[in-house]
């Protein structure tokens, strides 16, 4: 398709001069960079902040968090520890 656009003088000059390194037209030059800008402008963009996702592992059995023996059993008897954070095994 043919079409006429009005752009900035020192822009065309930069873009004649790149087309003519690289052995291109002017035409394929806007093309591309056309191409690239559009692409650029539809790609999924990063959430700012998001949360990384981590792989656990294992899933644990649900707890009743008012027990806290229940929490806190998880977390010390694979480590060798009571209650008090207290080495079980002597």
Sequence with gaps: MRTTVTIDDALYRRVKA???LSGLSVGSVMEEALRALLLEKSAPVATQGALPVFECGE????VDASDTSALLD?????AGLDERGSDAVR
Excluded: M, Q
């Design 59 to 62: 899933f644990l059995l649900p």
């Design 18 to 20: 790149h087309a003519a």
């Design 74 to 78: 998880p977390l010390l008897v694979p």
